[in-house]
T-cell receptor, first 115, second 110 residues
Framework: GAVVSQHPSRVICKSGTSVKIECRSL??????MFWYRQFPKQSLMLMAT?????????EQGVEKDKFLINHASLTLSTLTVTSAHPEDSSFYIC???????????FGDGTRLSIL | GEDVEQSLFLSVREGDSSVINCTYT??????LYWYKQEPGAGLQLLTY?????DMKQDQRLTVLLNKKDKHLSLRIADTQTGDSAIYFC??????????FGPGTRLSVLP
């Protein structure tokens, strides 16, 4: 149980393109979803936390207009990187949980490469 | 602030035991977690321990918790090449979200 599906797994696109990444909880209701960014050989950096039906809470230094997060249902959250540039190239990982003290379950990540 | 610390690298020989250590700061953390990340993949929940426990064993994995010293360890018995990965420990400080350590890169040598 507790499967989180993240799609796509890899995106390569031109500078200026907007890219949408989906995160779905397949067998549980995700009251909270998280979006992380991971640079090579580094730990996870939390970008934002989203609760179903409300606006996402962004971490300091993360541009909310650049990284649009929508959590419209208990099983789906999306991250849209708007007008992506090469410096946005990274590994993006989502996670979801169904309660405050519950474990986070992670998707397999999306490797985004902006040319 | 909250800070979770881990050593960054560990090398062991195949068949030996691996011990990955972690220190955390918030004594009110209810659960403490261990995650595994293989190259190019997301994080896989390995195990977790409730804060009122000292030890939890699950097949080859043993988690030890020293709450007084805020020290958590993960022991992998009979380490295999498939155990090569990055291992993250994580805590949930009071009413906050997960705080992850920097990860320990485990290399298993033949």
């Amino acid at each position: 149980g507790a499967v989180v599906s993240q799609h796509p797994s890899r995106v390569i696109c031109k500078s200026g393109t907007s890219v949408k990444i989906e995160c779905r909880s397949l067998d549980f209701q995700a009251t909270t979803m998280f979006w992380y960014r991971q640079f090579p050989k580094q730990s996870l950096m939390l970008m934002a936390t989203s609760n179903e039906g409300s606006k996402a809470t962004y971490e300091q230094g993360v541009e909310k207009d650049k990284f649009l997060i929508n959590h419209a249902s208990l099983t789906l959250s999306t991250l849209t990187v708007t007008s992506a540039h090469p410096e946005d190239s990274s590994f993006y990982i989502c996670s979801a949980r169904d309660g405050f003290n519950q474990p986070q379950h992670f998707g397999d990540g999306t490797r985004l490469s902006i040319l | 602030g909250e800070d979770v610390e881990q050593s960054l690298f560990l090398s062991v020989r195949e068949g030996d035991s691996s011990v990955i250590n972690c220190t955390y700061t918030d004594s009110s953390s209810t659960y403490l977690y261990w995650y595994k990340q293989e190259p190019g993949a997301g994080l896989q929940l390995l195990t977790y321990i409730f804060s009122n426990m000292d030890m939890k064993q699950d097949q080859r994995l043993t988690v030890l918790l020293n709450k007084k010293d805020k020290h958590l360890s993960l022991r992998i018995a009979d380490t295999q090449t498939g155990d090569s990965a990055i291992y993250f420990c994580a805590e949930i400080p009071s009413r906050q979200n997960f705080v992850f350590g920097p990860g320990t890169r485990l290399s298993v040598l033949p």
